[in-house]
């Protein structure tokens, strides 16, 4: 008895805790709108950008041109 109270727990837990998978973007109105890229943090404080090839970069300051991770 005691084992399937604890496993009901459990589920409805792991129920509650789990985020949507699919989450569309919506805008305030709840239309579908195209969602932004996520970039890494440190993507936004260096100004990373990526070049013609693909490959990320840092854009400016004392790093500047050094290959970093996008």
């Known amino acids: 008895m005691i084992r399937k ?3 009901a727990t459990v589920v409805i837990g792991m ?3 789990t985020p949507s998978l699919a989450a569309p973007c919506k805008d305030a109105k709840g239309k ?3 969602c ?6 440190n993507a936004v404080k260096l ?3 990526k ?12 790093k500047k041109g050094q290959f970093t991770k996008c």
Request: aromatic share 4%; with cysteine; net charge positive.
């Open 5 to 7: 109270l604890l496993n």
């Open 47 to 49: 100004g990373v950008v």
């Open 51 to 62: 070049d013609a090839k693909g490959k990320c970069h840092v854009a400016s300051g004392p």
């Open 15 to 17: 129920i509650a805790a």
């Open 36 to 41: 932004p890229d996520a970039k890494p943090a």
């Open 32 to 34: 579908f709108v195209k």
